[in-house]
């Protein structure tokens, strides 16, 4: 069975799977970890969620579409809030996190755990 495309729940929560980088299936082809959504109690869809490293690179790529230009373009500062919103979102929870922000940055490891460190002195943790 395929996905009903222009059933309102599917045209509800398409945008966000989007983003997330997650995939749209029928029901019937979910897995266990696999996240089944109804309407009216009918199974109407399954979301795949992406590996969290995946992920990342999903938000990455619509950071730069927010920005109009690649993050290594930015400025410090703005660098700077691109690394507390990806903290925010739990970018620095994956393996190899600190390394995958700070190649698409354009800067080091260390500078990336500097603008963290230094958020993180502000908020008195």
């Given at each position: 069975?395929?996905?009903?495309?222009?059933?309102?729940?599917?045209?509800?929560?398409?945008?966000?799977?989007d983003?997330?980088?997650?995939?749209?299936?029928?029901?019937?082809q979910?897995?266990?970890?696999d996240?089944?959504?109804?309407?009216?109690?009918?199974d109407?869809?399954?979301?795949?969620?992406?590996?969290?490293?995946?992920?990342?690179?999903?938000?990455l790529a619509?950071?730069?579409?927010?920005?109009?230009?690649?993050l290594?373009?930015?400025d410090?500062?703005?660098?700077?809030?691109?690394?507390?919103t990806?903290?925010?979102?739990?970018?620095?929870?994956?393996?190899?996190?600190?390394?995958t922000?700070?190649?698409?940055?354009?800067?080091?490891?260390?500078?990336?755990?500097?603008?963290l460190?230094?958020?993180n002195?502000?908020?008195?943790?």
């Open positions: 069975m395929t996905w009903p495309a222009d059933h309102p729940l599917v045209s509800a929560v398409k945008p966000l799977v983003a997330m980088g997650a995939e749209l299936l029928g029901p019937d979910a897995q266990v970890d996240v089944v959504l109804a309407w009216e109690g009918v109407v869809i399954a979301v795949r969620l992406p590996q969290l490293s995946d992920s990342l690179d999903h938000i619509a950071m730069e579409r927010r920005h109009g230009k690649p290594a373009e930015l410090r500062r703005t660098k700077q809030e691109v690394v507390r990806l903290e925010a979102r739990g970018a620095f929870s994956v393996r190899h996190g600190v390394e922000v700070a190649g698409a940055l354009g800067v080091s490891r260390f500078t990336v755990y500097n603008y460190n230094r958020e002195g502000a908020k008195g943790e």
